[in-house]
């Protein structure tokens, strides 16, 4: 079966920093662009950051950059997103998903996603 598994959500205070991870089961990352997107209740879903099939290009949004950093480790078939500087409003629950790999790009448009993870929940909150 192919899955992507997000992992590493939790509860964190404001200033916090988690890591989390995607991790691909029954097929192989590398051939994918990736991205993390998140949901905010009576929201819609946003792209965060993508990483490009080689890891060369990165994309993210104007509300992460300088806080999240994106990275990708094809011999262990994951790819991470760390979080720091979290802000209540980083609350949602963050799906990674794969993207056609074109060069040395990616984007953060939810319509390009072609599989999507089962999400794990984010909470900033003092």
């Known amino acids: 079966q192919l899955r992507l598994v997000e992992s590493g959500g939790g509860l964190v205070q404001p200033g916090g920093s988690l890591r989390l991870s995607c991790a691909a089961s029954?097929?192989?990352?590398?051939?994918?662009?990736i991205g993390w997107f998140r949901q905010a209740p009576g929201k819609e879903r946003e792209g965060v950051s993508c990483?490009?099939?080689?890891?060369?290009?990165?994309n993210y949004a104007d509300s992460v950059k300088g806080r999240f950093t994106i990275s990708r480790d094809n011999a262990e078939n994951t790819v991470y997103l760390q979080m720091n500087s979290l802000k209540p409003e980083d609350t949602a629950v963050y799906y990674c998903a794969t993207q056609p790999a074109v060069l040395n790009i990616c984007n953060l448009l939810p319509q390009t996603v072609l599989s999507w993870g089962q999400g794990t929940q984010v909470t900033v909150s003092s």
């Open positions: 029954g097929f192989t990352l590398d051939y994918y662009a």
């Open positions: 990483i490009s099939r080689s890891g060369i290009g990165t």
